[in-house]
């Protein structure tokens, strides 16, 4: 089964048990992190999760604005979960990475393979090879050809993933995987499907991740993305209507949001009509995949991202758009340790889909 793609990747090839590992999960909003463990019988454990808020533009289209900001951020972080541990995985956004499926000659051996990926790769990557970080994994053979493999290549520039390494370099972290955040969140919502009937084999999930200024939809069956886009809707929109209504300032409308601390017709006046047009984009995006795919429904609506709680929004999308829908809890069916305050996990579950995917990547070196 094919589990994404690393960029780069050091982690030690003699450790029987993964040496632990954080998944840290950079956005334009917030960082988050999340260890996990196992336990005797192998069940995953939740060590620990947190999150610390960014200010408005210090980071942009995935752009780290404001690096040593950024780094005092991740640095607060890792202080606040009381982890030791310093190994990390982080993720480019899928802006900054260009992937492309090839199909390759089967039989050929490691170094054979590498040397054919870097010639297919010139091809389709827009700059010299010098200059990018390039990976690759064999996905398994063609569907259409017999005998030959199809590949999949991930490149991005070496400036992108030298900024965020040195990100966690900057906060006492060890980077040792580069991911990519669409990879991450599939990674850890696959998890959730094998829950569903029949191990989730033929479902077709929508993933809306409710971003601060983007929501990215992905379209999933058996692994494989049927469909993806992004749409600039998101839950700083609601922070900006709460400044509108009420006269605060950014901060402390976010605050306020945060923490519930809004008047009392907060609820009536800025949250219901916020929550009807981000169900009418969801219906829209909804749209874009059947007109633009064989596809006329889907099996399940899963909503992921902090604004994804907002109060009937899932009961709101269901009632628009007639298909089940659900909230991602990352943690679902993980023992809680004891180090995690469960109220507010519960609370904060469906921002920490990539940083959970993420730190899953421990078991998968």
């Not at 990100?167 to 972290?173: D, R, T, V």
């Not at 922070?239 to 950014?250: C, D, K």
Request: proline fraction near 5%; hydrophobic fraction near 40%.
């Amino acid at each position: 089964m094919f589990q994404g793609i690393v960029l780069i990747s050091l982690g030690s090839l003699f450790s029987r048990q993964p040496a632990p590992m954080l998944g840290l999960d950079i956005s334009s909003s917030s960082v988050k992190l999340v260890e996990l463990g196992q336990d005797k019988s192998g069940n995953l454990v939740l060590e620990r999760c947190a999150i610390e808020p960014l200010e408005r533009g210090w980071i942009t289209d995935g752009n780290i604005e404001k690096f040593d900001e950024v780094a005092e951020a991740v640095r607060r972080l890792v202080k606040k979960s009381g982890t030791k541990t310093k190994n990390v995985a982080m993720a480019l956004p899928p802006s900054a990475v260009i992937t492309k499926k090839i199909v390759l000659p089967g039989g050929m051996s490691d170094q054979e393979l590498e040397v054919q990926v870097e010639i297919e790769a010139n091809q389709y990557i827009p700059f010299p090879l010098d200059e990018v970080s390039l990976d690759f994994c064999v996905v398994g053979p063609s569907p259409t050809s017999a005998g030959d493999i199809e590949v999949l290549i991930a490149a991005s520039r070496k400036e992108k993933v030298q900024d965020i390494q040195g990100l966690a370099e900057a906060a006492g972290l060890k980077p040792v995987i580069v991911d990519v955040e669409s990879y991450a969140s599939r990674l850890a919502t696959n998890r959730l499907i094998e829950n569903f009937p029949d191990k989730g084999v033929g479902s077709i999930v929508a993933l809306f991740e409710v971003g601060a200024l983007t929501t990215s939809m992905q379209v999933i069956r058996n692994d494989e993305v049927l469909y993806d886009r992004d749409q600039a809707f998101g839950g700083a929109q609601l922070t900006q209507l709460i400044v509108r209504q009420y006269g605060f300032s950014l901060e402390e409308a976010e605050t306020k949001k945060r923490n519930g601390e809004l008047p009392e017709d907060y609820e009536a006046s800025v949250l219901r009509p916020f929550v009807e047009s981000m169900v009418h984009e969801i219906g829209r995006a909804l749209q874009f995949f059947f007109t633009s795919t064989p596809h006329n429904k889907v099996d399940c609506v899963m909503l992921a991202g902090g604004s994804a709680a907002l109060p009937g929004l899932t009961a709101a999308v269901t009632e628009h758009t007639s298909f089940a829908c659900t909230l991602v809890n990352p943690f679902e069916g993980m023992e809680i340790g004891s180090d995690v305050r469960l109220k507010r996990m519960t609370r904060e579950a469906p921002s920490y889909l990539t940083s959970c995917g993420l730190a899953l990547r421990r078991f998968m070196q």
